[in-house]
């Protein structure tokens, strides 16, 4: 029910998701089995359908299994009232990402611990687009180091060429083209200008990564 969040018709397959009876559920309300920190999205985008603002809504949000567990849901609804109509029902198709979600924070957590070690390294660690020249990571040492933020890092592919020392920026353009075209590893010395001002040497050790043939 649109308007007070009462579960009316569910399917097996939602009750055995929660660990409910049908008996039970029947019972309950959205609200219920909805953990808290979820309401507040949901009852967001559930008012602008109620408001006719939309037509339809997709969420990620999670459900609070009957022994207490979290299930992780990927949500669609969509009104069982036409536009010109009040507000009376709705129908929820629901998918279970519970699995997905734990992969993701697996994922996650892997990367925070690489980037932990990373940032052990004396030295700066990048990986930049291969066509733009954009930095896509680097790490927090490269502050440090050159006084440049992170965001300045990776705002845009201009940044690496505008700091190079302009004595050495030409050959080290077109060394870095030639040489990322024909070399999967190469390393080379050159200056660059601090955000202080100052000059710092830099030696760069570049490894170019392929993915399906293409340097990426």
Known sequence: DTLTGKLIEI???F????????????????????HPDDLGANFEKLNNLKNQKIRSFSIQKRYIHKNGSIIWVNMTTSP????????????????????RKASEEIIIQSQK???SLIDTIAGIVWECDYDTYTFTYVNNKAEEITG???????????????TIHPEDRDWVLNFCSI??????????EYRM????????????IVNVIKENGRSV
Not at 15 to 34: A, N, P, Q, R
Not at 179 to 188: C, L, M, V
């Open 179 to 188: 040489q990322s075209k024909t070399n999967p590893r190469y390393d080379f």
């Open 80 to 99: 069982l009232w036409k536009s010109n109509e009040a507000p009376s029902t709705h129908i929820s198709i629901i998918e279970d990402i519970t699995a």
């Open 193 to 204: 200008i601090a955000k202080d001002g100052s000059v710092i040497w830099i030696r760069d």
């Open 11 to 13: 399917n097996k397959k």
């Open 15 to 34: 009750s055995d998701m929660l660990g409910y009876s049908f008996e039970e559920l029947i019972l309950k309300t959205t609200k219920d089995v909805t």
């Open 113 to 115: 611990k690489i980037e």
């Open 148 to 162: 440049y933020t992170k965001e300045e890092w990776m705002s845009d592919g201009n940044f690496w060429g505008s």
